[in-house]
C-alpha cells in the first residue's frame, strides 16, 4: 500500500490550542446570552465535541437563529484572539508538512472552523501554500465525525482508493472520522490533551507525541508495507 494523501487538522495538531477554542466560545456565549444559566453544561458541550463542526456544536445547544448568532460570534471571537497573536504553530509542524509534500505526498488541511476563521488561522500563520487545500465543513457537506471532510480531501487530491489516505487529528472525533472514510492509516496525537487510550478507543491506529513524528511513521509504515510485498512475490515465484 502506498500512501498518497494526507489528511491534517489544524487546531491542537498543526496550530497551538491552547484553549482558544473555549475561551472564543466563552466569549461568544456570554455577548449572545448573557448571564444564561446554561453556561457550565454548554462549556462542557463544547469540551466533549471538540473537533467536530462548530455550527453543528452550537445547533445542539440552541435554536437555529441563536446557533448562527453563537457562529458568529464564535468566529468573531477567535479572529480577536488571532489577531492579539495568540495563534501559533505545533513545534516542527511546518518542517513536518513540508516533508511529507517533499516525500511527494499531497496534503490537505481540515477543521472543523467556518471558512472565516479557517482563512484567518492560516493568514496569520503564513500557510497559504503550504498544503494544497483548506477543507472546512461547509465544503465537504459534513463535519467529524462523519467521514465527508477526508473523502473530500480524497476527490480534491485525486488520490486512488481510501486506503491511501493518512488521517491525523487530535480528537476522538477526528480518529473516527477516519475510521468512518476507511482511511489506511489513522493517526491521533498528543498536543490536544486528550489521553492516547481515547484515541486509539475512537480507532485511531497509532497515537503520535506530536505531528513531528508522522513523516517518520509513514516511512516506517511504507517500508513495512513494501517488505511483505516483496516477501509475497518471492513465496510465489
Known sequence: ????TVVLDLAGTTVKDDGLVEQSFARAYDRVLPGNPGRAAAMEHVRVTMGQSKIEVFRALADE????????????????????GRCEPIPGAEKAVRELRERGLHVVFTTGFGRATADAVIAALGWQDLAEAVLTPADAG???PYPDLPLTALLRTRASSVASLVVIG???????????AGAG???????????AESLRAAGAHEVLTSVVDLPSLIDARSLDAGSLGAGSLGAGS
Open 170 to 180: 487530535d480528537t476522538e472525533s477526528d480518529a473516527a472520522s477516519g475510521v468512518a
Open 65 to 84: 437563529e441563536t446557533a448562527q448568532r453563537l457562529n458568529t460570534a464564535f468566529e468573531q471571537s477567535y479572529a480577536e484572539l488571532v489577531d492579539e
Open 142 to 144: 459534513r463535519g467529524r
Open 185 to 195: 492509516l489513522v493517526v491521533g496525537v498528543l498536543t490536544g490533551g486528550r489521553p
Open 1 to 4: 500500500m502506498r500512501f498518497e
